[in-house]
């Protein structure tokens, strides 16, 4: 690539941590952690068709209301769960960017509560 003084600061700002990458960090830092995300289901609707550690697996943690979950990565926000819905299915299809969803290492943090699913 051809040299760009503007790029060329946004590289040291990058380095020196004085910016930060949106697209590369998650969103939700505190949620990297697939535990984390899982506590905060506790209140989740049992009537809900989507089980609580498919969607802690999937980066998404509850936001303590109806059924609305986000992703700790993009932020992305979902809702109104319905039968035959896979966790990973919904987030991949609507934010299909997310990296977390593309396997880009965000930090994520997975259970280390046994093998349960
Ligand atoms: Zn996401």
């Known amino acids: ?5 503007e790029e060329e600061d946004l ?6 941590g004085e ?5 590369t960090y998650p969103m939700v830092p505190h949620m990297c952690s ?3 995300r899982l506590q905060t289901f506790q209140p ?15 980066g998404l943690f509850y936001l303590g209301e ?3 979950v986000q992703c700790f ?12 819905d896979t966790a990973w299915g919904e987030h991949s299809k609507h934010f299909a960017n997310c990296f977390f969803i593309l396997g880009h290492d965000v930090g994520n943090v997975p259970s280390q509560g046994g093998a349960a699913a």
Do not use: H, I, K
């Open 44 to 58: 989740w609707p049992s009537s809900a068709p989507v089980r609580p550690r498919a969607l802690a697996q999937a």
């Open 73 to 84: 990565c993009c932020a992305g926000m979902m809702g109104g769960w319905e039968a035959g």
């Open 34 to 36: 697939e535990d984390a």
């Open 1 to 5: 690539t051809p040299y760009s003084e």
């Open 66 to 68: 109806g059924d609305r």
């Open 19 to 23: 910016v930060v990458d949106e697209t």
């Open 11 to 16: 590289q040291y700002r990058l380095r020196t």
